[in-house]
């Protein structure tokens, strides 16, 4: 039974997952890495290169083989806005796990790092807005939201941990 972690860029979905799998002694998957090593190049040169859509194509390829292979998985940001992936996380009857934060908190995490191309290319305005349209799905798709918010990675797992092993009805498994 995977753990699927989704939500918005800068959310801390990369960073939470591999301290995550680590204090677990699981096995975990970033989807951007096992993309860019099966493209050969970085996200924002595969953006460059061969354009969004195509990216997608590939995400969506590898999000199965990544589900079915590692006990944790972080997705990217626009992952679950891809209703085949939607279908995909659904079927893997796993824990999917939302983390949220501001969106101020995540520009001051994300702000000098251009290796988002969605968030280079984005107004302010946009992002914003983006966020707020994303935010619907990722509540829509998960079965429960962490609030990342003033919190260290450190504390996120501790408290991803203590709802797995409570097995609490907190994970909504009705969602799914
Ligand atoms: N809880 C947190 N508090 C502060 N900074 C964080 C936190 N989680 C992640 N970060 C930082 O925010 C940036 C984005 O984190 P990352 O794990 O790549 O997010 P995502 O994979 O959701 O885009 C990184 O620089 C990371 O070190
Ligand atoms: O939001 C998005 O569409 C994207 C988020 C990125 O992952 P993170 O959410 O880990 O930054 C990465 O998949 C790509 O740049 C596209
Ligand atoms: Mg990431």
Redesign the pocket.
């Known amino acids: 039974m995977p753990v699927i972690l989704i939500?918005?860029?800068?959310?801390?979905?990369?960073?939470?997952g591999r301290l995550l799998a680590e204090s677990m002694n699981q096995s975990f998957c970033d989807l951007d890495e096992l993309i860019e090593k099966e493209a050969g190049m970085t996200i924002p040169t595969y953006f460059d290169t061969y354009g969004e859509q195509v990216f997608r194509q590939l995400e969506q390829d590898l999000l199965k083989k990544a589900i079915d292979e590692y006990d944790i998985l972080?997705t990217g940001?626009g992952t679950p806005t891809i209703s085949a992936n939607q279908k995909v996380i659904q079927a893997a009857m796993g824990r999917t796990i939302k983390?949220d934060a501001p969106i101020d908190e995540i520009r001051a995490?994300?702000g000098d790092?251009m290796n988002?191309p969605i968030f280079k290319k984005l107004s302010q305005q946009a992002f914003n807005e983006l966020k707020e349209k994303r935010d619907a799905i990722y509540t829509k798709f998960c079965d429960v939201i962490i609030d990342?918010s003033q919190?260290?990675?450190r504390e996120?797992v501790a408290e991803i941990k203590a709802l797995i092993y409570s097995n609490t009805d907190e994970l909504n498994y009705a969602s799914l």
């Open positions: 939500g918005f860029m800068g959310t801390g979905k990369s960073t939470v972080s940001g983390l995490r994300i790092d988002r990342t919190k260290n990675p996120i």
